[in-house]
């Protein structure tokens, strides 16, 4: 089972909007305090959209931590 489904199940009568916001709200809350930052500023319109932007960010924190490691040795 998927988040919108859960969401849409715990409030059935919000519409799809409504339920997006939730869950872009929930997941931006449970971020570390860099990423949420960095985040707001970008104001993902949805759920989706900060799911991705959250992806990129930690791939590219990833690949940065990787070049500085090997650039040490």
Same mark, same amino acid.
């Given at each position: +089972?998927?988040?919108? *489904?859960?969401?849409? @199940?715990?409030?059935? #009568? !919000?519409?799809? @909007?409504? &339920?997006?916001?939730?869950?872009? *709200?929930?997941?931006?809350? %449970? !971020?570390?305090? %860099? #990423?949420?930052?960095?985040? !707001?500023? &970008?104001?993902? +319109? #949805? ?9 990129? +960010? =930690? *791939?590219?924190?990833?690949? +940065?931590?990787? =070049?500085?490691? *090997?650039?040490?040795?």
């Amino acid at each position: +089972m998927n988040v919108s *489904s859960l969401v849409a @199940q715990a409030f059935p #009568t !919000l519409d799809h @909007q409504a &339920r997006d916001k939730i869950i872009k *709200s929930q997941f931006i809350c %449970g !971020l570390d305090p %860099g #990423t949420k930052r960095q985040l !707001l500023k &970008r104001e993902p +319109m #949805t759920a989706h959209d900060a799911f991705e932007q959250a992806q990129h +960010m =930690e *791939s590219t924190k990833v690949i +940065m931590n990787n =070049e500085a490691n *090997s650039n040490r040795t």
